[in-house]
């Protein structure tokens, strides 16, 4: 073979390598800052993955509009795109989605934009309000805010990274768990609300309800509704 042909094999396989096996559906190692991109739901069934800084302004025939989750690794933002070339509809994804059916984009996304990690102060702030106020419903402490703003900088945390540790906090916890003062709480309210008054003996039924069946208190209050007191009343 001469070296003026076996360049130009070369040069063709480097042409031909990087995109097209960054896109090839299959089950390969997942970036330290980058996106996969799944067939299916729940970040389930084959996937391709893209790194942190790269851009697909068309994925490959095959495989465009075929994603269903998507899920961030490292500091990875993710802008897709509904039309090639990074036109069409579009929206930023900063976590991960376990079903873009939920978000409008189940198997509609032909181009995307890979951001690299952010590393200023004021964006991890950013990140670190953002997921307090949706996790916890409330701004974060100077503790909460410090400790998650250095694992962001210094550990390349990811907003996901995030918002999963919070959700393992015993404040998290502790605001999903139903006790009985909870439920006892939550039958009182829908007594106030639609019969006007306090919960008495019998109110210990829908209690138990709450505990045991996740009645919410739109659930007893529908009951209540259905009470010949509440109709004696005259609704």
């Keep these: 073979m001469t070296a003026t042909r076996f360049l130009g094999i070369a040069c063709t396989l480097v042409l031909f390598?990087?995109?097209a096996f960054a896109q090839?559906?299959?089950?390969?190692?997942?970036?330290?800052?980058?996106?996969?991109f799944y067939k299916d739901v729940n970040?389930?069934?084959?996937?391709?993955c893209v790194d942190s800084g790269r851009d697909l302004s068309s994925i490959e025939d095959g495989m465009n509009d075929r994603i269903s989750s998507i899920?961030?690794?490292g500091r990875a933002?993710?802008?897709?795109?509904?039309?090639?070339?990074?036109?069409?509809?579009?929206?930023?994804?900063?976590?991960?989605?376990?079903?873009?059916?939920?978000e409008g984009w189940n198997d509609s996304i032909s181009s995307v934009r890979v951001e690299g990690p952010s590393t200023s102060a004021r964006d991890a702030e950013r990140i670190v309000q953002r997921a307090y106020q949706d996790i916890l419903q409330r701004n974060p402490d100077q503790d909460g805010m410090r400790i998650y703003r250095s694992h962001i900088i210094d550990d390349?945390?990811?907003?996901?990274q995030v918002r999963d540790a919070l959700k393992k906090s015993p404040e998290y916890r502790e605001k999903n768990t139903m006790t009985y003062p909870k439920a006892q709480e939550v039958v009182r309210r829908a007594y106030q609300n639609v019969?006007?008054?306090?919960?008495?003996?019998?109110?210990?039924?829908?209690?138990?309800?709450?505990?045991?069946?996740?009645?919410t208190q739109a659930d007893v209050e529908g009951e209540?509704?259905?009470?010949?007191e509440y109709r004696k009343r005259g609704g």
């Design 224 to 228: 209540l509704r259905k009470s010949a």
């Design 71 to 73: 899920r961030l690794f």
């Design 43 to 48: 970040f389930s069934g084959d996937y391709f």
């Design 17 to 19: 390598a990087s995109p």
């Design 156 to 160: 390349n945390w990811s907003e996901a």
């Design 24 to 36: 090839r559906w299959g089950r390969a190692g997942v970036p330290r800052n980058g996106v996969c």
């Design 77 to 102: 933002e993710l802008t897709v795109y509904k039309d090639r070339h990074y036109s069409g509809r579009s929206t930023r994804i900063t976590h991960d989605v376990y079903n873009l059916k939920n």
């Design 195 to 215: 019969l006007k008054r306090e919960p008495d003996a019998a109110s210990s039924g829908y209690v138990n309800k709450v505990m045991r069946d996740h009645w």
